[in-house]
């Protein structure tokens, strides 16, 4: 088993984008690319898609922008066991989006103009994907997207 | 995918054409063209997204910076569009708040 993880560790693919706004248009090209190649759908792929500009608009707009700092986001991705990963890496502050405070039913049935405006991108992550979660390891904070691959 | 938008203001109705991708980087575009066609005071914003092929939460934003920059008694349509975007309207809510058409005037 052991080397069998490490095959699969090894074929995760690796492209690198500066964390700039002018990088989000790329980057959800590519993870579009990723996810036909993998065989989503059409709409598992724009809810990915729309997952991983969410994540990666908090970590270059936060993470990096607001901090008055410069660097990249490395996005990792792999195909296995009918589930395609897509892994973003970045070596901003810790921040952990899953702890961030989700709008409720009661926020989502608010006119518009009293909607409190946080929470929304986080919201559809969670709900655009079938796992999201987040880890901090080797000062690095790692944004885990998977998709399950549905035969069609 | 690039970002076009064309906004003008006739009789109180605000029409503003979207196509190509809204993300945080374009959401900055867009909420410049509310600021302008908000100084005019319409009571009716028309939002043409039948070429618009993806909004991320920050146009969602922008959406409900127009009500509350240009007050309650303005009514947003949004014209044409895709199923995609009906879904993240519909997902969070915003279905409610504004009227999804398939063109302008009915």
Redesign the interface.
Known sequence: MNSRSYFVFMQMELKTFPAT??S??PL?QYVKDVSQQAGLDK?AT??L??AV??IA?NII?YGYEKAGLEGFIDVLTEVSDNRLKVVFEDDAAPFDPTTREL?DEE???L???E?P?GG??I??TI?GVSEFSYEYINNRNRNIFEVDIKSP | ?DFTINSEVVDKVAKITLSG?L???SARVFQKEIEKVALQSPTELVLDMEHLA?M???G??V??FS??KM??GLT?YVVKPQE?IV??LE????Q???NIVDQYPA
Do not use: C, W
């Open positions: 706004v002018d989000l248009d959800r709409k724009y809810n898609i729309l500009d969410e608009t707009l709008p926020d989502f049935d006119p518009l103009e909607r405006i929304l991108g919201y559809l709900n | 995918m991708e993300d945080s980087l993806f991320s939460s920050a969602l934003r959406l409900i009500k509350q007050g309650v947003i995609a879904d993240t997902k969070t809510g915003l409610h708040s504004v």
